[in-house]
């Protein structure tokens, strides 16, 4: 190819890159999704309302600005035992920063009978809601168990972590991010 | 169930990471397949890809710790936790690459016949990313009516993982069937150019861009100037080879 023909068509593909950057460019700051529900980081946490086993009923609006984890699990799941007892130690720890911990069982996947015993097992000290009907897996799209959102003061989610068990670090970082 | 939720359910994190390994293993096939061509030493090949991969791996967490100190300075052991979010993307390439560098140049590898007979491996591994980003979700598009748009997040959507899947499934093919060329170093710049070039074009329609500077999309500078960069590499390589004719 001759030169002056190649380094046209460099100065072409810049050009027209140049052009795209400034057509595509979101000016409204509509790209982010903070106003949407969907249980993607980035999206704001969808709405859950669920008993617990007293019989109160908890929505994840009544956290609204404070840091929420929520955290998807279910009895007979080895990695999501394996990651209780971190759980309630970083739970313990950081409840007074404005942490707050929603162990939501998957209870129509789960024995219900087999919570409360699990519950007093693993000295588990924060709100357990029970998803008698599946309502709150399939809001956020549970795949695999345990799932964690890490939710904001401003409800939208910033990290989510599928598979566990979390380990004290990831647990402890994720939380000083939503703390904040 | 359509064929898109049934792909995403199978491959739903952290089974996205088989595909990546998948596609890496392909990707190796190739290259191992073009070290003859390029004259590069097959062993030498699988030992830099080795060091490469291992130098991703172990940067990307030490990194991320050291970022994170506080919260490994509590809990050590999480240093060798099986979770893969503990861990730098970037800072793992970035090691990543100096270790290849440096073992590169101590077994004195031909620094660009190599990135040539590498070349297949980025370009199928980048098909792995894709096809990882369509399972879970991520890299997003924005919201649109076309009538291709995808359901996903709570819109109808640009399916940007499937344009990035198509962009780089091309790239492979443009790269495989390119004739052997003298000039080394011309199919990893190539596959470079068409990389961010694709970058650019489909980022514009992205739902989840970093913005900076009122609105311009990150990743789009950064690609443009990696095609700028990658002109410029084309035509020094060009006037080099001139002058040693």
């Known amino acids: 190819m001759q030169p002056i023909l190649r380094r046209s068509l460099y100065a072409i593909a810049l050009l027209a890159g140049l052009v795209w950057i400034f057509a595509s460019a979101d000016k409204t700051n509509s790209a982010t999704a903070g106003h949407i529900p969907a249980p993607q980081k980035g999206f704001l946490a969808p709405e859950f309302k669920l008993d617990t086993f007293d019989g109160q009923t908890v929505a994840l609006t009544d956290y609204r600005g404070t840091a929420v984890l929520v955290n998807l699990w279910a009895t007979w799941c080895p990695p999501c035992r394996a990651e209780m007892p971190t759980l309630e130690k970083v739970y313990e720890e950081y409840k007074d920063q404005g942490l707050v911990v929603l162990g939501v069982d998957a209870t129509n996947q789960d024995n219900p009978d087999a919570i409360a015993p699990f519950e007093k097992q693993y000295h588990i000290t924060f709100p357990i809601l029970l998803d008698t009907n599946g309502e709150a897996s399939t809001l956020y799209e549970l795949r695999s168990l345990p799932t964690s959102f890490f939710v904001g003061r401003d409800g939208v989610i910033r990290e989510v972590v599928v598979g566990g068990p979390m380990s004290e670090a990831l647990l402890r970082t994720n939380i000083e991010e939503i703390i904040k | ?245």
Not at chain 2, 165 to 179: F, P, R, Y
Not at chain 2, 212 to 228: N, S
């Open chain 2, 1 to 245: 169930m359509n064929g898109l939720s049934f792909f995403q359910n199978v491959f739903a994190p952290p089974r996205d990471l088989i595909l990546i390994v998948l596609a890496a293993w392909l990707g190796l096939t190739l290259s191992e397949r073009r070290a003859t061509r390029h004259r590069v030493n097959l062993d030498s090949l699988s030992n830099i890809l080795l060091v490469g991969v291992s130098g991703f791996i172990l940067g990307g967490r030490i990194l991320y710790a050291l970022e994170n100190l506080a919260s490994f300075a509590q809990s050590p052991s999480s240093i060798f936790s099986i979770n893969t979010s503990l861990f730098d993307p970037w800072g793992g390439l970035a090691i990543a690459a100096l270790s290849a560098l440096a073992y590169g140049q101590h077994i004195h590898l031909p620094f660009w016949k190599s990135l040539d007979a590498l070349t297949p491996f980025f370009a199928a591994l980048a098909i792995g990313i894709a096809c990882s980003h369509l399972a879970a979700g991520t890299a997003f598009g924005k919201e649109t009516n076309v009538p291709w748009a995808i359901d996903q997040w709570g819109a109808l959507r640009h399916p940007t993982q499937i344009y990035e899947i198509i962009a780089s499934l091309l790239i492979l093919a443009l790269i495989l069937i390119q004739k052997p060329n003298p000039t080394a170093g011309y199919e990893f710049l190539l596959f470079v150019a068409l990389t961010s070039a694709s970058r650019l074009l489909i980022e514009g329609l992205r739902g989840d861009s970093t913005l900076i500077l009122g609105g311009l999309r990150a990743a789009q500078i950064t690609a443009w100037f990696i095609l700028f960069a990658t002109f410029i590499g084309w035509e020094y390589k060009i006037r080099q080879e001139h002058r040693e004719e």
